[in-house]
DNA sequence: ACCCGACGTGTAAGCGCTTTCTGACACCAT
DNA sequence: ATGGTGTCAGAAAGCGCTTACACGTCGGGT
């Protein structure tokens, strides 16, 4: 047996007799036979991976993404290599790293916003951004954003709310950005002026203080919209505990249809995202550049879903499900 | 420039002189190189990553395993590819494709129980499983689960509840089969028998067809240990939904402290496992197998948190939190 | 003046695959 | 018999790095 042959066995080329293809496999079998996946890469100039970069992975949306876009590349014969920027860690050194080993890279929008993601986007490696900025010269795939915050807060006018406030930091993600911007479109329709967004991150002990300054008259407000479900749930809670009834005396919505929307008493109003898709539209977008089979699309959005609940001000039935 | 000196230049070797290491790092600057990854990999006969296969990725602990395995690998300069064996993914194929291009490989217990794991485990690649059964012959790490659910049995049983039914499948799980053994044990220190376990999968529809089996007297019981909070979850609102009261009527209490246990009410008690840690430590292990730096120790259990809140039927505040 | 070591740089031999090309062999038609 | 044709196996040339080694070129001791 010459090693030519064995390579011919192992991917399945035709021009191999059967009985030498049953000798290797057994061999193969029996020697517990792994082969070097960087000498094919290097022989077939080609990584057969895919990198992933995440800023965290807490709350469903990085781990639906990221599961859809495993599940994808897995069909596409692509590893996955992922890295996370949780925390201080050097993302420009993660990014330089990850390059060495995947043909394309897809990121996040708010790791693409980032100082050193550029130097990678200028790189030779194919980029795709989920839920970016448009603009950022890269393809792009992002769930819709404007006309959902619209809705939302047209629906929430409709409920006969006039105060209004957009509770999340636009200058965080471009996602959330795109959120405000709808809120301000549905206030510009109305003809009334849009408050000011309140800027805070993500983290529960975020929106608990908020509502503590909110209570101390620092806002005033009959209803909110909250840039992510994890904030509209904690500011919820919140407002449990001081005694304010949602909906009654405030409307709370928020996004991503967390598991814990579903469970807390109202339901809670929010916009379900196909973050699944989004991360399988990803990795094929990568694919595709990779392989050169498709001149890349600039931009695609997908479209989302409102899921009404009680914290709205609509009457649902008592902790309703999906 | 000769090669040699760039690549001594890009891994910082003292051996180069100032003149030429700028020169180096100019050119390298201007022309956007980037190195490759499986030329170095060959060269030295090291893959620098680490596989890490988890069965899916819903819920907050696979997340967090991920997270913490791959902040720790990321310190010891490794990249990490996941698999996620979701769905019905031909796992077999993506272990053998997985095990070509890392040094070692991280696998849940779930996943180490299955039949083609079996291979990967025999194969030359170093292996660590995390939370499954030690006596795999592989290393282990897991959170400790018997003595916790022991304690949260008997927790249970102090406050006067004497039907306790266990809801969860102990063989979907090692986990919940060492969980299942604690509830045992706490039976036999009272010297009472345990009832059979209730076989049924985590998904939150088997939490809520499992209350009504129950409320139509399938099942008797006034306190429930669930093998996970998202099974906990389910049943609580469930229950609230037909009109039962928890822990009035029925205590329950689950594992894993999901955010969702913060928030429900009564809020829902809880075992915590240091998750993140668990994930730390099994790509530290791996490394230490890969550099050969240390003899596997056979087996490592952390310690768990019970997390109580109210749905145990200890009084708490209303909405307690973290 | 010389030699010796230290220091930088270049040369070249792999690393383990893929793949093209060449060759061996068998088989059919002439 | 001979030549042509088709099938399968092997030889060998890389793929782009790392690194042992060889080779200057200095500076300082003698």
New interface residues.
């Given amino acids: 047996m010459s090693i030519a042959t064995v390579s011919r066995v192992l991917h399945g080329s035709p021009a191999v007799s059967d009985t030498a293809r049953d000798k290797v496999l057994s061999a193969v079998d029996r020697l ?1 036979y ?9 022989a077939v100039r080609q ?1 057969e ?1 895919h990198g992933l970069v995440l800023p ?3 709350g ?1 949306y ?3 993404l ?2 859809g876009f ?2 994808r590349a ?1 069909e596409l ?1 692509q ?6 920027a ?2 201080n ?1 050097d993302l420009d050194h ?1 990014l330089r ?5 995947v043909d394309g890279i897809a990121m996040l929008g708010s790791i693409a916003a980032q100082e050193c993601a550029a ?1 990678t986007m ?4 194919p980029v795709v951004v989920v839920g970016g900025d448009p603009a950022l010269g890269v393809e792009t795939i992002c769930a819709e954003n404007v006309s959902s915050a619209q809705a939302l807060t047209e629906h929430l006018f409709a409920h006969g709310r006039t105060d209004l406030l957009f509770v999340g930091d636009p200058d965080g993600a471009p996602d959330v950005r795109l959120r405000l911007e709808g809120f301000r479109a549905a206030h510009r329709a109305r003809g009334r002026p849009a408050a000011d967004p309140v800027r805070i991150q993500f983290r ?1 002990s975020d929106g608990v203080a908020f509502v503590d300054r909110l209570l101390a008259r620092r806002h005033t407000a009959d209803g909110l919209v909250c840039a992510n479900d ?1 904030l509209a ?1 904690s500011v919820m ?1 919140r407002l ?2 001081r005694g304010v009834d949602v909906p009654g005396d405030l409307a709370v919505v928020g996004w991503d249809d ?3 929307a ?4 109202p339901g809670l109003t929010t916009v379900r995202q196909p973050v699944h898709r989004l991360g399988a539209l990803a990795a094929e977008a990568l694919h595709a550049q990779v392989t050169g089979a498709r001149q890349r699309t600039r931009c695609r959005v997908l479209p989302t879903d409102i899921v009404i609940r009680g914290s709205c001000g609509c009457t649902a039935p ?2 309703p ?1 999906k």
Avoid: I
């Fill in positions: 517990d792994v082969p070097s996946g960087a000498a094919r890469s290097l990584f991976a965290e992975l807490r469903p990085y781990s639906e990221l599961l495993e599940a897995a014969e590893s996955v290599v992922v890295v996370l949780d925390g860690r993660a790293r990850l390059a060495t080993r130097r200028r790189g030779p490696k529960e994890e749930v809670a449990a505990e967390v598991m814990t579903r469970y807390v008493s008592p902790l499900r």
